[in-house]
């Protein structure tokens, strides 16, 4: 399969909607793919199954505050510097490449590595949406190991991190790309072909073009784009339920980059007098209450939409009085299992509630 | 020239006088010499002069804060780590190694460093002192990069940095050294034999044991141990003049680990009503002013020391009561160049005034 010019703002649309909140605005890394595919004609995306057992496969995508992603111009070169350096780590060159996270701008940041080395994108992902740290990708759950790692940074500076605990390097590589400005690429979890394939989230990358394709066919048809998006997420199999979970504007918002990371929270009221709702975030939008009431829970997709376009609004984005609906949808099973419930459920992030379904917060499973 | 057993705690007492207060507390490096020594029985001192031009000399040294140092013991393998990273990254063996700084616990981490690969230690070091940033090392005055380096924790993880700034070097090593848990060992310039021996401060580490030996000797012989060690100075040719600033005790202390580093100041007051002294610090001790007038300025050596004993107290060993003497000694000349002082100099660390020698502050210069 061929990812063509005409598919990338697809990818991107799809992708912002996966990064349920997060994963770093599309803009320039869309900006940046087209400006790849104008050399090199089309990018070739692999299904999982086409990897050899021996392949090197290499996940990538940028660590930092969207916040800083929004404000902070890469310099082109980080992606392929760091990509090469791997290659001279490895002793051989990388077979493919992979989102570490399929959503916001890390979708689309292999693209860039790809076009740059000549090797396909695997239809896959390391996370099934986006997450803050590099430890609650599912490679980690996996236990396969996110060393060795290569930082670059737009200064030009490079840094290999190793280290056999993967904690250990979510926190050395968050205190670089504080240093460094607040945003990094990064090359993570180098892996066998093996390794992906038992362990990658599958499809992530066609269901992302699938789902802003949906919502943009809709939109020229002058449909709702939000019952097209729901359509198409149930048709992947991947992110089987979607819900409206509200619809309202934005009437309060807290909002720093603390640590590395855009944290906060938003407050919505309803229209006709529907209550309120209040979301927090860490890059992403973790947990969504509507008074009081526990709507949906990460790892679950919790995704904040222009409510006319169903464009997605990052939370760097967010701003006071727009007009939104917010979007829930289950998570890809893998990320439900209760060995990854640990690394990446509302404990993890210190919520101070077990995990529950969309499907059960929301009374759509049939018990 | 070896140096023996014998000598390792002149060493330690003579870099700890040359750390200005700083360069980490030498206990630890101590006993870790002393239990290299035990397995390879001395250690080679050799001068600048006899290295060849194409060799490889890796400067070593811990970077973080003092502070930390005597409360976080180390795995006892990052030296050994550090350098043999190097030397894959360069592709050759190294040639010798020698201290990033002469002062403090740095000045003795290359001994360790030294038994376990085999090779000479440099009768010479990077900064003639301590000082608290890698930036200020003579080398980055003289134009050498800094990098590639590599930085190993307790931990067990590695670093390895590239860029060519060295000032943004010094920002992500920083940012390690904190994230890791304050403090790191770190392998930095690593250059030629020729660019060694053009650019490193020599003779510092026989300088350092000669200082702690003229101490031991007096106070073994019940001789004053100040004289000894001013005369021990002048004798050396590097730090030609030397003086006692204040006699006292400490009578205020403000000391807290801000950005990886031990900063504050210290207040003494003189016995027989002979004033008040106050020391700033940054891990190092920069700047001394009695009753308002400056006495002392960094680059030049600033060293508070048991009044008794002639012990030097680091700045992380300062206590409220403590009753001292204030030493300060001329920098090396090659600190004090117009073009070495904007990297090392009082306005290099905010203090808001010009370069003055402690012989001219002091009235010691024949004008």
């Known amino acids: 399969m061929h990812i063509e010019r005409s598919d990338l703002a697809d990818l991107a649309r799809g992708a912002a909607f996966l990064g349920s909140g997060g994963g770093g605005d599309p803009y320039y890394s869309l900006l940046l793919a087209e400006a790849a595919i104008a050399r090199c004609g089309h990018f070739e995306l692999v299904p999982l199954e086409a990897l050899a057992d021996d392949a090197l496969v290499a996940p990538c995508g940028w660590i930092g505050a969207p916040t800083v992603s929004v404000e ?3 310099n082109g070169g980080e992606t392929v510097s ?8 490895m002793g051989r060159q990388i ?3 992979l989102p570490i996270e399929i959503g916001g701008g890390n979708g689309l940041a292999p693209l860039i590595a790809a076009a740059e080395l000549g090797v396909p994108i695997v239809d896959c992902d390391g996370m099934g949406r986006a997450f803050p740290e590099s430890q609650m990708a599912i490679f980690n759950i996996r236990g396969l190991s996110s060393c060795p790692s290569v930082l670059t940074a737009a200064c ?4 290999v991190i190793e280290t056999d605990d993967n904690n250990t390097h979510e926190r050395i590589a968050r205190a670089l790309s504080v240093a460094l400005g607040g945003i990094a690429h990064m090359v993570e979890y180098p892996m066998s072909g093996a390794d992906a394939k038992a362990n990658a989230i599958p499809g992530s990358v066609s269901t992302a073009i699938a789902i802003g394709k949906a919502i943009r066919t809709a939109r020229d048809r002058r449909e709702d784009p939000f019952t097209a998006l729901a359509k198409a997420l149930e048709k992947t199999g991947l992110y089987p339920h979607c819900l409206t979970l509200f619809d309202g504007k934005i009437v309060d918002l807290e909002r720093e980059t603390r640590g590395g990371f855009s ?9 006709n007098g529907s209550g309120r709702m209040e979301v927090l975030f860490q890059n992403e939008n973790l947990i969504a209450r509507q008074d009081g009431e526990i709507r949906a829970l990460v790892p679950d997709l919790i995704t904040i939409m222009d409510r006319e376009t169903a464009d997605t609004i990052t939370t760097e984005r967010l701003k006071y009085g727009q007009r939104v609906k917010v979007i829930a949808a289950a998570a890809p099973a893998m990320l439900r299992e209760s060995s990854a419930l640990p690394f990446i459920g ?3 992030f210190g919520l101070g509630t077990d995990f529950i379904t969309l499907e059960r917060l929301n009374a759509l499973e049939t018990i």
């Open 95 to 97: 077979d493919a490449v």
């Open 346 to 348: 509302p404990q993890a």
């Open 72 to 74: 902070k111009l890469p």
């Open 263 to 271: 944290v906060g929270k938003v407050i919505l009221e309803g229209f």
């Open 82 to 89: 760091g990509l090469r350096r791997l290659e001279k780590i």
């Open 156 to 159: 030009g500076s490079l840094s």
